[in-house]
T-cell receptor, first 113, second 109 residues
Framework: DAGVIQSPRHEVTEMGQEVTLRCKPI?????LFWYRQTMMRGLELLIY????????DSGMPEDRFSAKMPNASFSTLKIQPSEPRDSAVYFC???????????FGPGTRLTVT | KNEVEQSPQNLTAQEGEFITINCSYS?????LHWLQQHPGGGIVSLFM?????KKHGRLIATINIQEKHSSLHITASHPRDSAVYIC???????????WGAGTKLIIKP
């Protein structure tokens, strides 16, 4: 299995632009998690899905952030409009079930200038 | 007080030494997760355990549910073990991982 796939690996954009991060979970995994990692706050859970349904989005910082999972093999995290404080590494992880071991993607390093 | 505490925060050791990283938590859990993050940034799951002990190669993880404590041990440490080791728990009240702050390990040759 290829593992969790994220794209792009690096994104540099200007403040105000829309940013879309993509994630393909491991086939057969029913749960998908989006995390953000910064030096100041460490790893933060933004949102997680089970069977393509968002279960808890209380970690999403603002309305500028939205996430979708249209099918079992694809999820997006969108930031519109982006701000410099959104600069971070965004990780996607998947697991067979919500309380099972999570497997992380390589992350997307986002820089908003 | 953080719900998941790791110690030490930083650890520098010589190649070959036996390493122990500790994790204490204050909530009821269904499982505990040890992960490794290399300087390049990737996060790798090492263990997930809810009781007893697991071993994989030179890595050993133990958990004592009654004492709410887990340890990660590395035997015959090697410079390539240098990374940040993160403890995270799955509370039995929901599925959101609660993360420790991580332990930065440096193994010198």
């Amino acid at each position: 299995d290829a593992g969790v796939i994220q794209s792009p690996r690096h994104e540099v954009t200007e403040m105000g632009q829309e940013v879309t991060l993509r994630c393909k979970p491991i086939s057969g995994h029913n749960s998908l998690f989006w995390y953000r990692q910064t030096m100041m706050r460490g790893l933060e859970l933004l949102i997680y899905f089970n069977n393509n349904v968002p279960i808890d989005d209380s970690g999403m910082p603002e309305d500028r952030f939205s996430a979708k999972m249209p099918n079992a093999s694809f999820s997006t995290l969108k930031i519109q409009p982006s701000e410099p404080r959104d600069s971070a590494v965004y990780f996607c992880a998947s697991s067979r079930f919500m309380d099972y071991e999570q497997y992380f993607g390589p992350g997307t390093r986002l820089t908003v200038t | 007080k953080n719900e998941v505490e790791q110690s030490p925060q930083n650890l520098t050791a010589q190649e070959g030494e036996f390493i122990t990283i500790n994790c204490s938590y204050s909530v009821g859990i269904s499982a505990l997760h040890w992960l490794q993050q290399h300087p390049g940034g990737g996060i790798v799951s090492l263990f997930m355990l809810s009781s007893g002990k697991k071993k994989h190669g030179r890595l050993i993880a133990t958990i004592n549910i009654q004492e709410k404590h887990s340890s990660l041990h590395i035997t015959a440490s090697h410079p390539r073990d240098s990374a940040v080791y993160i403890c995270a728990v799955i509370p039995d009240s929901n599925y959101q991982l609660i993360w420790g702050a991580g332990t930065k390990l440096i193994i010198k040759p």
